[in-house]
């Protein structure tokens, strides 16, 4: 049976006590791998770690193995948001209010229901959205601006026929 001494934490030494003394104090946390012990008959302190008897307590386990994610379907953007931002932009900024504001709300629309039923297939709710926003906001600007345009007298249906 084998008798050890250690130098505590605090740097006083303790012992010489026996090897199962010394596992409890490992377990209950009193040495550590890096605590210096001097085992009976030897010469020269050694980390408790370096001690073979002990070393199997000190052995870090192994980590987990972490497998590489397994990529799922690549998602593309829906051609239908695109299509309906591309009409809402029109739509706000070209004067053909009336085709390009309808389109872009059918083609924004579409593209929502689209994403919402295959989420794992497309991408692109913010350009529907921001389609369906310039589309609406195009045609009430429209309509707004005729109801004007009747209110002060101003409107005039001119298809570029003249009076001879």
């Not at 692109?124 to 601006?145: D, E, K, M, Q, T």
């Amino acid at each position: 049976m084998s008798l050890y001494r250690i130098i505590g934490a605090d740097g006083r030494p303790y012992g010489p006590v026996s090897a199962e003394q010394l596992q409890q104090w490992i377990a209950e946390g009193r040495a550590n791998a890096r605590t210096h012990t001097l085992a009976e008959g030897e010469r020269e302190w050694k980390p408790l770690g370096a001690v073979p008897e002990f070393a199997a307590r000190f052995t870090p386990p192994t980590p987990p193995t972490i497998s590489p994610p397994i990529p799922g379907p690549v998602r593309k953007t829906n051609s239908n948001a695109m299509a309906g931002l591309i009409f809402g932009i029109l739509a706000f900024f070209c004067c053909c209010k009336f085709l390009f504001g309808p389109l872009g709300i059918i083609f924004s629309l579409v593209g929502l229901s689209e994403i919402n039923r295959h989420p794992e297939l497309y991408e692109g709710r913010g350009l529907a959205i921001a389609g369906l926003v310039l589309s609406i906001l195009s045609l009430l600007l429209a309509v707004l601006l005729f109801l004007i345009a009747l209110a002060t007298g101003n409107f005039h249906l001119n298809w570029g026929f003249h009076r001879f």
